[in-house]
């Protein structure tokens, strides 16, 4: 299994513009979730989905933030306007739903700067 | 709520010293515990885990164990490598299994000098 996808590794874009982060879960992982990771906060979790449903976006911090689920193994977070305070590395995690105690399996981030 | 605390960074350490890097948890019920390490550039990796009260997890030498009396799960390791500097976080999954979410702690960074 390839792991857990994200794209893009990198993004630079400039204040007031669109970005888009992309994940692929792990096949037969049902369960994802969307962290930002920052200095200041560490790691914070912002919405998690199961099943395709999303569950709690309590932790997402604005409404320019919005998280897509279109299939059971592809998500999307969407920042829109972009700003500079938004800079950071936003990982996404994927587990199965069941299993007590179960770790979950992290993408290697996307690092985001908005200048 | 749940709220994971670990000792403030950076540790650095000799080649071959011991390692502890302590974790203490809040949380209601019977909760699961993890350490992650993360090396630069990369995500979180699993290290190692325990899911009940007095359990060892273990791997690549690194040990914790799950004591609900003092709620702590040190991590420690007997002989740490340069290949060990990383980032280590605590976390934490609650009674419903993780199904909610892992709380992490704010990460410690190991530092080996040759």
């Known amino acids: 299994d390839a792991g857990v996808i994200q794209s893009p590794r990198h993004e630079v874009t400039e204040m007031g513009q669109e970005v888009t982060l992309r994940c692929k879960l792990i096949?037969?992982?049902?369960?994802l979730f969307w962290y930002r990771q920052t200095m200041m906060r560490g790691l914070e979790l912002l919405i998690y989905f199961n099943n395709n449903v999303p569950i709690d976006d309590s932790g997402m911090p604005e409404d320019r933030f919005s998280a897509k689920m279109p299939n059971a193994s592809f998500s999307t977070l969407k920042i829109q306007p972009s700003e500079p305070r938004d800079s950071a590395v936003y990982f996404c995690?994927?587990?199965?739903?069941?299993?007590?105690?179960?770790?979950?399996?992290f993408g290697s981030g996307t690092r985001l700067t908005v200048v | 709520g749940n709220s994971v605390t670990q000792m403030e960074g950076p540790v650095t350490l000799s080649e071959e010293a011991f390692l502890t890097i302590n974790c203490t948890y809040t949380?209601?019920?019977?909760?699961?515990l993890f350490w992650y390490v993360q090396y630069p550039g990369e995500g979180l990796q699993l290290l190692l885990k325990a899911t009940k009260a007095d359990d060892k997890g273990s791997n690549k030498g690194f040990e914790a164990t799950y004591r609900k009396e003092t709620t702590s799960f040190h991590l420690e390791k007997g002989s740490v490598q340069v290949s060990d500097s990383a980032v280590y976080f605590c976390?934490?999954?609650?009674?419903?299994?993780?199904?909610?979410?892992?709380?992490f702690g704010k990460g410690t960074h190991l530092i080996i000098q040759p």
């Open positions: 949380a209601t019920g019977y909760p699961s």
């Open positions: 096949s037969g992982h049902n369960s």
């Open positions: 995690a994927s587990r199965p739903l069941r299993g007590q105690g179960s770790g979950y399996t």
């Open positions: 976390a934490l999954a609650g009674s419903g299994g993780g199904a909610d979410g892992l709380t």
